[in-house]
């Protein structure tokens, strides 16, 4: 009687301390902003155990393994730094330094030490290092989206390694094997892939996902990109028929578009949904430029930050999200230029509202200046209407901030007086160069059709010359032929699809 | 009533008594005041990793006294008691556990106590010299008044040494809390602070769920058992977030059988920006542990009569 007493005690201990454990499991504060904690949010269990029963031994074998680490990377031994900073990961996984460390080693240290074309896994290794185990061990981490937005910026889109076109292409290859023919639309992606547990039970999904498992498709989702970037050869006969389905059902499109939205997130950690917010944000910032992963990991660790909140990693984000538009802005997205100056606006607001990091906001100010200084002239030439007007808008703002340096003048001549230096005094980049070049033959075009021959010849003459001399400094073959850059102006001049014209000429 | 008290007078005397009690307190306060060593390679996160370092230390320390508490002999005192007074299974189990709780607890505080002088919120956190000379002094005054108390009464130098290393540990922690960074007194703790006695608070917690499950192992099949119960309760409560799922997917109600002890681990939440856990978090989380050591006591004080445990004696006894 008694032990069934007991019994049952033990029992209404053990439900209540489940009960309570639902409980506090619903009040724990929350790892990730914004979402809601999940079971396995926590380390791996090894690490987990290992980093708790250690004690302060772990300290002790923590500080041997960096000075190890330390020692095998001044001697270049990389790949054995890269494993005893593996350990050291796992045993001080909350500090971003250790994840920086073997992510530096990973995709920096041992790629230099590789042919160029065997590089690439392991910054692509370094990268998902990064972010499937750094970020999952500290989710709201603004240093290690830094360190991600930094490889992209820099290792995969920047000029400091010879095989960074390698990286490019690999990128391109991969994000165009799992998005599917264009367009590509964020918002749909996102949206589909929010559909996916609703999609996988309607009856019509269910059947086709059945039609391919018959046809020996062994894991159906798995391989889904893979399966329809080349599908004659699981399908067979069927593949014709198969694709022309996916097209035309609006479910199974959906169905589509949802698998190949998960399949960017797997490869690449960051969702449709950041990406969606991005294009929304700053408008079409394309999906698979080195810059555009800038922007989307540098909006979701902007996202893990509390509104109002300023810190200096968060302001290290915010540079290399402006860094990262400017490289777009350079390269003909003009229409960033409204975006990027609200940016620099919003971020020196932000700055100014803050105690502390009031000193940022002069900073941030003379840049946007800069940025202005130099891009209207861009936005200017860019030879679409817009541009124009864009950059004309933006003068008036840049006389507004910055009375002093701003001559009083018109933005036209303002531009021609940019052109002037630059061609004349400043050194030029490449691509304002060319950019400078195509302005020219664009006037030389305009004045052949008003009938102007010499003044046609004149701008002819001004671009050839431009062009040889850029030809002589920016040798190789990646920089254009003349006849390219004539071409791509006639292209600038000629009229918009759907009628609307492009260009002043238009 | 009375028995149960006795019972757990004795056991929990007899616990204080084991010179391995005070060697486990003694090695955790020394593994503490290494803790800062692992700061040199924490970066920004110093603070965080020390304290998180530091709370593994004190929940090392805390299991160990815990093993040490619940695998503990039986004393003369208490087989003394058994054989001359009659005694229940459900006092003398529960009475055990009781005495070896509190003695336990006795040891457990004295860690957690200079834990939170060695990683109170102070501007150097890894050399902060004042909170190393109120340790030192505790420590030492309570070895001294151990080694006093043998040498003058003859009475055990363990013992003295954990109780006056407890009183000595705790008054250290006042003082320390009360001293502002810069001197002079602070008016209320810092959120750090808080958040560091929240984080013992419930380490401490799973330090009894880990006493229970050795007492009942330790009771029902022996002391290698009872190590051995503990050992599992400790690797599958840290583990129980990864593989959780795979319980509740199973019929039965195994999840009930393991605690969570990943679910409060503190030192998750010493790196980021959580400033202060919520009370209802806390206080639900030390009951869900404390209501699974209850309800690994009654479980192992329902098997306890029909098993050739250590409880054989009471039987012998003509208790029941």
Redesign the interface.
């Known amino acids: 009687m008694r032990r069934g007493i007991a019994l049952l005690c033990a029992a209404a201990a053990l439900g209540a301390a489940a009960l309570l454990e639902r409980g506090t499991r619903a009040c724990r504060p929350a790892m990730q902003s914004g979402m809601e904690r999940q079971r396995g949010d926590s380390l791996p269990p090894a690490v987990q155990l290992a980093s708790t029963l250690l004690g302060s031994f772990r300290a002790l074998l923590v500080d041997y393994l960096w000075i190890h680490a330390e020692t095998l990377q001044n001697e270049g031994r990389f790949f054995a730094a890269a494993e005893a900073a593996r350990w050291i990961t796992m045993l001080q996984s909350r500090v971003e330094g250790s994840w920086s460390f073997q992510a530096w080693n990973l995709g920096v240290n041992v790629p230099s030490s590789l042919p160029p074309e065997e590089r690439w896994p392991y910054v692509r290794a370094a990268v998902e290092l990064l972010w499937r185990d750094g970020l999952a061990a500290n989710p709201r981490s603004l240093g290690l989206h830094w360190e991600i937005a930094w490889f992209w910026a820099y290792k995969i889109g920047g000029e400091i390694d010879a095989a960074g076109p390698r990286y490019r292409a690999e990128v391109e290859s991969a994000g165009r094997e799992i998005l599917g023919a264009e367009p590509w639309d964020p918002a749909a992606f996102a949206a589909a892939e929010a559909l996916l547990p609703a999609l996988r039970r309607d009856p019509a999904v269910a059947r086709f996902a059945e039609t391919l498992a018959a046809l020996g498709v062994g894991d159906v989702e798995g391989g889904w990109t893979a399966l329809w970037a080349a599908p004659e050869a699981v399908l067979g006969d069927a593949a014709d028929a198969l694709a022309a389905a996916l097209r035309e059902d609006p479910l199974l499109e959906a169905y589509d578009r949802g698998l190949r939205a998960r399949a960017w997130r797997r490869t690449f950690g960051v969702g449709m949904d950041v990406v969606a917010k991005a294009h929304g944000r700053f408008g079409d910032v394309g999906l698979l430029r080195p810059e555009s992963f800038v922007l989307f990991w540098a909006r979701h660790g902007l996202e893990q930050l509390a509104p109002d909140a300023v810190r200096l990693d968060a302001i290290a984000l915010w540079r290399m999200e402006l860094r990262a538009l400017t490289r777009l802005f350079q390269s003909g997205e003009i229409a960033l230029l409204a975006a990027i100056d609200r940016e620099y606006a919003e971020a020196a607001a932000r700055a100014a509202g803050d105690s502390y990091h009031r000193k940022q906001e002069a900073s941030f100010l003379e840049d946007r200046i800069q940025f202005l200084k130099g891009a209207i002239p861009l936005a200017y030439i860019s030879g679409t209407r817009r541009g124009r007007e864009l950059a004309e808008e933006h003068f008036a703002k840049l006389a507004e901030l910055d009375p002093a340096g701003t001559p009083r003048v018109a933005c036209e001549d303002y531009v021609y007086d940019w052109i002037y230096r630059k061609v004349n005094v400043e050194r030029a980049t490449r691509d304002e160069l060319l950019a400078v070049i195509r302005a020219f033959l664009r006037e030389a075009l305009r004045a052949a059709a008003r009938g102007e021959d010499d003044g046609a010849r004149t701008y002819l003459d001004f671009a050839r010359g431009l062009y040889g001399e850029a030809a002589a400094v920016f040798t190789g073959p990646e920089f254009p032929s003349f006849d390219r850059v004539a071409a791509q102006a006639r292209r600038e001049l000629a009229p918009a699809r759907g009628g609307r014209a492009k260009g002043r000429a238009g | 009533m009375r028995s149960f008290g006795a019972v757990a007078w004795r056991s929990f005397a007899g616990a204080l008594r084991e010179p391995a009690l005070l060697v486990a307190v003694l090695a955790?306060l020394c593994?503490?005041a290494?803790?800062?060593?692992?700061?040199?390679?924490?970066?920004?996160?110093q603070q965080?990793?020390v304290r998180?370092?530091?709370l593994?230390?004190i929940?090392?320390?805390g299991i160990l006294a815990a093993m040490v508490a619940g695998t503990q002999r039986e004393s003369d005192a208490l087989r003394a008691l058994v054989m001359t007074r009659p005694i229940g299974p459900?006092a003398y189990f529960l009475g055990g556990l009781a005495g070896a709780a509190l003695a336990g607890a006795v040891a457990a505080a004295a860690i957690a106590c200079m834990g939170a002088v060695l990683l109170r919120d102070a501007p150097g956190l890894a050399f902060d010299g004042e909170s190393w000379v109120y340790a030192a002094a505790a420590g030492l005054l309570a070895l001294g008044a151990g080694a006093w108390r043998s040498f003058r009464g003859g009475r055990s130098f363990s013992s003295g040494a954990l109780g006056a290393l407890c009183v000595l540990s705790a008054a250290a922690a006042c003082v320390a809390f009360a001293r502002a960074p810069g001197g002079g007194l602070r008016a209320a703790l810092s959120d750090a602070d808080v958040l560091l006695l929240q984080a013992e608070v419930l380490t401490l917690c799973a330090g009894l769920a880990v006493l229970s499950a050795v007492w009942s192992g330790s009771m029902l099949l022996g002391r290698p058992c009872g190590i051995l119960a503990g050992g599992a309760v400790?690797?599958l409560g840290?583990?129980k977030?990864?593989?959780?799922?795979v319980l509740d997917a199973i019929p039965l109600?195994l999840?009930?059988?393991v605690?969570?002890f990943?679910?409060?681990?503190g030192?998750?939440?010493?790196?980021?920006?959580?400033t202060v856990?919520?009370w209802?978090?806390v206080a639900?989380?030390a009951?869900?542990?404390c209501?699974?050591a209850?309800?690994?006591a009654?479980?192992g004080?329902?098997c306890f009569?029909c098993r050739s445990g250590r409880g054989v004696r009471a039987l012998e006894s003509g208790a029941g």
């Open positions: 955790a593994l503490l290494l803790a800062p060593l692992g700061t040199a390679f924490g970066f920004r996160e965080g990793l998180d370092i530091g593994s230390t929940f090392l320390g459900a400790i690797v840290q583990v977030e990864s593989f959780g799922a109600p999840g009930l059988l605690p969570n990943q679910l409060v681990w030192g998750d939440f010493f790196y980021g920006d959580i856990l919520p209802s978090f639900r989380g009951a869900a542990l209501a699974w209850a309800g690994a009654l479980l004080l329902t009569p």
